[in-house]
T-cell receptor, first 115, second 116 residues
Framework: QKEVEQDPGPLSVPEGAIVSLNCTYS??????FMWYRQYSRKGPELLMY????GNKEDGRFTAQVDKSSKYISLFIRDSQPSDSATYLC???????????????FGSGTQLTVLP | GAVVSQHPSRVICKSGTSVKIECRSL??????MFWYRQFPKKSLMLMAT?????????EQGVEKDKFLINHASLTLSTLTVTSAHPEDSSFYIC????????????FGPGTRLTVL
């Protein structure tokens, strides 16, 4: 079993739709959760960074974390064609002072928003 | 802020040659840099973690003699693919991070390596 599971898609939605992207994880030591957006042939770009269970909102994006269920989500409201990209969830354990912590990535979900 | 650059963005080389990829943190000091490899439509696979001034820590299955990593300063890390072969063709991405605070990783734009 992978530590982080993510449906690879592809997912196609019409412009203006609400998009829901999800990841589950098995390692209860993961405490920090991130969502990255990656356009084709580009490096990942950080969208959301959360620690606590609950919701965090930033513009059209909402990140949701449920540590009890080991489940995280990213919601995109009023989706736009420019949101078409691969979305990667990532997570890491608690930090310690010696070195930055590694990220464990999901496999990524390819999203296409149709105009 | 928090910009990471990679050079070159794309490289094509002949089999048997060595290729060096640079990763620079442009506006912050990166105590730790990570090197990833990504195959088409696949997720990022961590190859190694390097801390400034010390030897890199390689993930299981990654040949350290083939993928040489140097992190000589707080703003520069290099990955050298030695004696490259076609199976080394891939998208290589670095990220840079600082210890403390949010411990956030900032990613470079990636380098597309094609070995003929």
């Amino acid at each position: 079993q992978k530590e982080v599971e993510q449906d690879p898609g592809p997912l196609s939605v019409p412009e203006g739709a609400i998009v829901s992207l999800n990841c589950t994880y098995s390692n209860s030591a993961f405490q920090y959760f991130m969502w990255y957006r990656q356009y084709s042939r580009k490096g990942p770009e950080l969208l959301m960074y959360t620690y606590s269970s609950g919701n965090k909102e930033d513009g059209r994006f909402t990140a949701q974390v449920d540590k009890s269920s080991k489940y995280i989500s990213l919601f995109i409201r009023d989706s736009q064609p420019s949101d078409s990209a691969t979305y990667l969830c990532a997570m890491k354990t608690l930090m310690y002072s010696g070195s930055a912590r590694q990220l464990t990535f999901g496999s990524g979900t390819q999203l296409t928003v149709l105009p | 802020g928090a910009v990471v650059s990679q050079h070159p963005s794309r490289v094509i080389c002949k089999s048997g040659t060595s290729v060096k990829i640079e990763c620079r943190s442009l506006d912050f000091q990166a105590t730790t840099m990570f090197w990833y490899r990504q195959f088409p439509k696949k997720s990022l696979m961590l190859m190694a973690t390097s801390n400034e001034g010390s030897k890199a820590t390689y993930e299981q299955g990654v040949e350290k003699d083939k993928f040489l990593i140097n992190h000589a300063s707080l703003t520069l890390s290099t990955l050298t693919v030695t004696s490259a072969h076609p199976e080394d063709s891939s998208f290589y991405i670095c990220s840079a991070s600082t210890v403390g605070g949010a411990d956030e990783q900032f990613f470079g734009p990636g380098t597309r390596l094609t070995v003929l």
